[in-house]
């Protein structure tokens, strides 16, 4: 894998075509089912069991430790005992993938305006760190290929998180920094967006997928199955309500994930319904109460 900043200049933007959109939506729907199944066995191992441990992603890197989204944050994550480091990505006006978590500048670092609206150059300028702690000014909003550099030389996994609507041509070159660093095996896309879901089927056809949803549809195996997904996360709430989701999905061989837990109470709650995964803020304290709670896992 490289480390040059080649940042690439995205050149004319593919408009997918409606037919092939359809096309590949169907074939993912008749055949991707066994895919998901392999994917999800191979990014979270055997699917959870009332009370098993679920994995554990750091949510936006180790937020305890530095700041959200910067590449300490995501080192801390990379080097603790946590299965998974969760990261959101943004494009820059001029088509680069920077990994941060707001759609404006204001709360994270020390500029203005909306991250789409601003050059890879004029990121690079910003202040990421200072606003969380002296000891962390000058740290800068990373681009993915720096996340990459650091995740390639680990053993962890990535669960990156797709803000807005990439299209084809914008997932292409993040796509191919995947494969040439060789971290294909360890990384699995999340998005809200029906049509990035849609675009990573014709992008990246052999990465596993994971739907995110505020409110579970009626049938949450049918929404995995619609866009190939290896898993679905929501919230706890969505799971309290119908647990019985828990088993549908894992019956169908897919993942079930819950966003953002932050108390051994939720955790406690959330493994009482068997979930797979648990993204937290609080990664070393569900560490240690995961530890404490089943020891032996
Ligand atoms: O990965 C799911 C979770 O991170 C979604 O919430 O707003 O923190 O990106 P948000
Ligand atoms: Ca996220």
Do not use: C
Request: no cysteine; aromatic share 8%; proline share 4%.
């Amino acid at each position: 894998m490289t480390t040059a900043r080649s940042h690439r200049r995205y050149s004319t933007r593919r408009v997918l075509a409606s037919a092939g959109a359809t096309l590949a939506l169907v074939i993912v729907m008749l055949v991707d089912h066994d895919a998901a199944t392999v994917h999800a066995a191979n990014m979270w191992g055997t699917l959870r069991e009332p009370g098993q441990p679920a994995f554990i992603a750091g949510h936006r890197g180790d937020r305890t430790t530095a700041p959200e989204n910067t590449i300490p944050a995501i080192q801390a994550a990379l080097d603790s005992s946590m299965e998974f480091v969760e990261l959101d990505l943004q494009k820059t006006l001029d088509g680069e993938a920077v990994v941060i978590h707001d759609e404006t500048l204001e709360r994270t670092t020390d500029g203005a305006g909306l991250v789409a609206e601003a050059t890879w150059a004029e990121l690079q300028t910003l202040d990421a760190g200072s606003w969380y702690a002296e000891a962390f000014a000058g740290t800068r909003i990373p681009h993915f290929d720096d996340f990459v550099d650091v995740f390639q030389i680990s053993r962890k996994k990535a669960l990156v998180e797709l803000k807005g609507i990439w299209s084809v041509d914008e997932l292409e070159p993040v796509i191919a920094e995947i494969y040439a660093a060789g971290v294909q095996d360890r990384l699995v896309f999340a998005s809200f967006e029906v049509g990035t879901l849609h675009n990573l089927i014709e992008a990246a056809p052999n990465l596993p997928r994971v739907v995110l949803r505020r409110k579970l549809p009626l049938d949450p195996v049918r929404l995995a199955h619609y866009y190939g997904a290896a898993a679905v996360m929501t919230r706890l709430a969505e799971v309290r309500e119908r647990p019985e989701v828990v088993e549908a999905m894992h019956a169908a061989g897919l993942g079930i994930m819950l966003y953002t837990l932050n108390s051994e109470e939720r955790w406690s709650e959330a493994l009482s319904y068997g979930v797979d995964g648990i993204i937290t803020d609080e990664p070393s304290a569900l560490d240690d109460w995961l530890a404490a709670t089943a020891p032996g896992t």
